[in-house]
């Protein structure tokens, strides 16, 4: 009998390990993890919760170190905002003290605006005869010669005054237009015109008229004058004209140009 044969017709149970572990699941299950597993799960833990406070402590000190920085960076920057104020203040006082010292100085004399000319002396006459006497020489000028100064100086001022006197003086005229209203349509214009222009006076000239159509067959005289402004005014032709209170209801100024 062979080898083989022997062996199978042994009662062997060759798949006892694998029946074994699935006991072994089978009671874990029931009862829970083993002692062991569950330690390793707690070391598997604790290790996980070791590395997160490690990453949690670099990543804070990374941020500390940020906010160092940072904080180094804002010091820097005060320290020069501070030297640009002191600098600012420092200007600021000379500006005051040099501002004080101008106002304590006193006030200098004012300075003449033009120096004195330098009398001149006359000139010196000389005597082409060769002599050289004193008798002949006139220093000081004589009165004689300041007198025909002043004569010719009055002469050439009254010269002037004459001439100013002889030029006729600018006379200031305006050109009046009037409006000369009747009072209906059967009042004689013609002798209304006639009424008007009978107003006479000193710096009073009167020029063209016309007819104007007012409406309902009534027309308006509309005469034009030229006057003289310091001897005529509209305010006397207004009242001279209405004077004639039988043709007249009211007189207007239509218009008014100087020339």
């Known amino acids: 009998m062979s080898g083989l044969q022997c062996l199978a017709s042994e009662n062997v ?7 074994d572990e ?9 009862n829970g993890p ?26 804070s000190s990374h941020g500390d170190q940020e906010l160092v920085s940072r904080m180094k960076s804002l010091e820097l920057e005060n320290q020069s905002l501070h030297k640009v104020v002191e600098n600012m203040k420092a200007a600021l006082q000379k500006l005051e003290s040099r501002v ?28 082409a005869n060769g002599d050289d ?16 100064t002043a004569r010719i100086k009055q002469e050439r001022l009254d010269a002037y005054a004459a001439k100013k006197s002889k030029k006729p003086a600018l006379i200031a005229k305006s050109s009046i ?6 009072w209906d349509d059967e009042t004689d214009m013609s002798m209304l015109e006639k009424c008007v222009r009978s107003v006479q006076m000193d710096g009073l000239l009167w020029g063209a008229s016309k007819l104007v159509p007012v409406g309902y067959g009534i027309k308006k ?14 305010d006397i032709l207004e009242e001279e004209i209405t004077k004639f209170e039988d043709f007249v209801q009211s007189v207007d100024v239509a218009a008014f140009n100087k020339i």
């Open 221 to 234: 005289l509309q005469i034009n004058c030229v006057v003289e402004d310091d001897k005529v005014g509209t």
């Open 22 to 30: 699935a006991e072994k699941r089978f009671y874990e299950g029931a």
């Open 133 to 148: 006497d004193d008798d002949d020489l006139d220093l000081f000028g004589s009165d004689e010669e300041d007198e025909d």
């Open 100 to 127: 004080a010292v101008l106002e304590k100085a006193p006030t200098k004399a004012a300075v003449p605006c033009a120096k004195a000319a330098p009398v001149q002396a006359a000139p010196v006459k000389q005597v």
């Open 13 to 19: 149970w060759f798949d006892k390990h694998r029946f």
């Open 177 to 182: 237009l009037l409006d000369v209203k009747p």
């Open 34 to 59: 083993a002692p062991q597993q569950q330690q390793v799960k707690t070391a598997t833990h604790q290790a996980k919760g070791r590395h997160q406070k490690r990453q949690h402590r670099n990543s």
